[in-house]
């Protein structure tokens, strides 16, 4: 296979990354816009939410596609209400502090690691995804003067992989028009602008905290449902999402949703094809060297706007 189908096919795995990634550095970069917390723990959420879907996926049994379905609903669901519960019971009592939200969440991380490691066990458990098609996938080459297609061996993906850049692609815009179309999330811009004045016009600040600090454990713990099974679900897994979800929320802006997607497409796409042609590892390396540039030459963001 020459040079052209192998970078297709790097760019069509580093589309996946990119889409999961999207999904958790979202709801990351939601959690700082709104309520100026760095959220350590948001990779234990990505983790807890690929535990419980292997187990929700497990428990329903019969057809995958049946307990993935549920699994898609009551994973993000219940990651939700357990990081707004530990919104009004840990972060609220220190008064939403930057430092010490930032121990704070630190604490949550070990707390969901080691209960998880206590009641799910050390072992990596795939979940079986409910298609999995293997899709050819045509290459087009001019050959004696004329364009013609065929199809190199090897080049393939699976449904699966392309439904879930589909999936996040919708959710995504979902998220949009949920803070863009609704009141919920005019209510959200309001307290991210300005808390004392949305107080003083009668907003639940802390209500909305909650909530967003829900809404974004649960963007994360959908990613990790849509991804478990191509990786597979363990205790240990929350801490490449969590490195990668600030470098694409620095990279992006911090607080700006359309630069955090840009960014996520940008290190998704990177880190498959320097995966799949180099190592994780340079792909890792590069990301962090690029963070350490823009900190230097823009540290707003790309996406960011410079604080007046």
């Known amino acids: 296979m020459e040079f052209g189908p192998y970078l297709l096919l790097a760019s069509l795995e580093?589309?996946?990354?990119?889409?999961?990634?999207?999904?958790?550095?979202?709801?990351?970069?939601?959690?700082?816009?709104?309520?100026?917390?760095?959220?350590?723990?948001?990779?234990?959420?990505?983790?807890?939410?690929?535990?419980?879907?292997?187990?929700i996926a497990t428990t329903v049994g019969g057809h995958p596609a049946l307990g993935f379905a549920v699994a898609l609903v009551v994973a993000p669901l219940i990651v939700g209400v357990l990081a707004a519960l530990a919104d009004m019971t840990v972060l609220k009592r220190v008064a939403y502090d930057p430092e010490r939200t930032i121990v704070a969440t630190i604490g949550l991380l070990y707390i969901i690691q080691q209960v998880t490691l206590m009641t799910y066990g050390p072992e990596a458990r795939p979940v079986e995804p409910p298609f999995?098609?293997?899709?050819?996938?045509?290459?087009?080459?001019?050959?004696?003067?004329?364009?013609?297609?065929?199809?190199?061996?090897?080049l393939s993906t699976t449904s699966y992989k392309l439904a879930v850049i589909g999936a996040a692609a919708v959710v995504l815009l979902g998220v949009w028009a949920l803070l863009a179309r609704t009141r919920i999330g005019l209510v959200m811009r309001a307290t991210q602008l300005d808390r004392d004045m949305a107080t003083a016009f009668g907003i639940p600040v802390e209500r909305v905290y909650a909530l967003v600090f829900g809404l974004g454990a649960a963007l994360a713990a959908l990613g990790a449902v849509l991804v478990v099974p191509i990786q597979q679900a363990h205790y240990l897994m929350g801490g490449d999402p969590l490195l990668l979800s600030f470098i694409v929320v620095i990279i992006g802006g911090l607080g700006s949703l359309p630069g955090t997607v840009a960014a996520a497409i940008l290190i998704g796409l990177s880190d498959g094809i320097i995966s799949v042609f180099f190592s994780p590892t340079l792909a890792k390396i590069i990301a962090t060297l690029l963070v350490a540039l823009v900190l230097v030459f823009r540290p707003q963001g790309l996406f960011g706007t410079r604080a007046a």
């Open 132 to 154: 999995n098609h293997r899709l050819a996938i045509p290459w087009i080459e001019r050959v004696e003067g004329s364009w013609q297609l065929y199809y190199p061996w090897g």
């Open 14 to 55: 580093g589309a996946v990354t990119a889409a999961v990634l999207a999904l958790t550095a979202v709801g990351l970069s939601l959690v700082f816009g709104v309520m100026r917390v760095v959220n350590v723990a948001h990779g234990e959420f990505f983790m807890l939410g690929a535990v419980l879907a292997w187990w």
